[in-house]
């Protein structure tokens, strides 16, 4: 069994890099035939979400315009936070424009929602999520991602630009905690 040590937590093999490229690649086609001959702005949130991001864009076909924004999330703990806040913002107008949203990760769904309400309010005409990682399980509200790659059970994963406590980011395939 592969394992990775971060800290004090061992985590095991869970999704391999190749199956994350597999998913990503039909992700991406799915957002090319949807939004063809649109003007899209790919917004990826930081920090976890830039190593899937940055495989994503490479297989879109739309020309997006991407930007980034920066929102607080779970500090070094290893559960989620209701409170969500815009600590890096767009630096240019999203009004008139179709976002597309690209996380790591949806948990309880607060900082989607926190997310969609904020670009709805600075008159994004329609806001969508495509999201690498889903827990069904803990998600607390009725409209989820429009686009998932997989839906998994709620236990903590690291990888892939997710972090525990800062560290394990940089890995290629994505771990759960044993
Ligand atoms: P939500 O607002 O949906 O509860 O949480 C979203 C954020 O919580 C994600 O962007 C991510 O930073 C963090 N998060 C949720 N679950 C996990 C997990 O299993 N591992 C890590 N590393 N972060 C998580």
Redesign the pocket.
């Known amino acids: 069994m592969e394992t990775v040590q971060i800290k004090d937590k061992t985590f095991k093999l869970y999704i391999s890099k190749e199956q994350i490229q597999e998913r990503i690649a039909e992700l991406a086609n799915e957002l090319n035939r949807t939004y063809e001959g649109k003007e899209v702005i790919v917004l990826p949130?930081l920090?976890?979400?830039f190593m899937f991001a940055s495989d994503f864009v490479r297989k879109l076909r739309v020309e997006p315009e991407i930007q980034f924004v920066k929102?607080s999330?779970?500090g070094d703990g290893?559960t989620?936070?209701?409170h969500?806040n815009v600590l890096l913002g767009l630096n240019k107008g999203v009004a008139g424009k179709e976002v597309v949203i690209v996380?790591?990760?949806?948990?309880?769904?607060?900082?989607?929602?926190?997310l969609r309400q904020y670009l709805s309010s600075i008159g994004a005409t329609s806001v969508k999520m495509v999201t690498l990682?889903f827990?069904p399980d803990?998600?607390?509200f009725d409209n989820p991602p429009e686009y998932k790659g997989f839906s998994?059970p709620?236990?903590?994963?690291?990888g892939y630009g997710?972090?525990?406590a800062q560290k394990?980011r940089e890995l290629e395939s994505i771990y759960?905690?044993i």
């Open positions: 949130v920090n976890g979400a929102v999330t779970y290893l989620s936070s209701e969500a996380e790591d990760i949806v948990d309880t769904g607060y900082t989607l929602q926190f990682l827990k803990n998600y607390q998994i709620s236990d903590f994963v690291v997710l972090d525990y394990g759960t905690l």
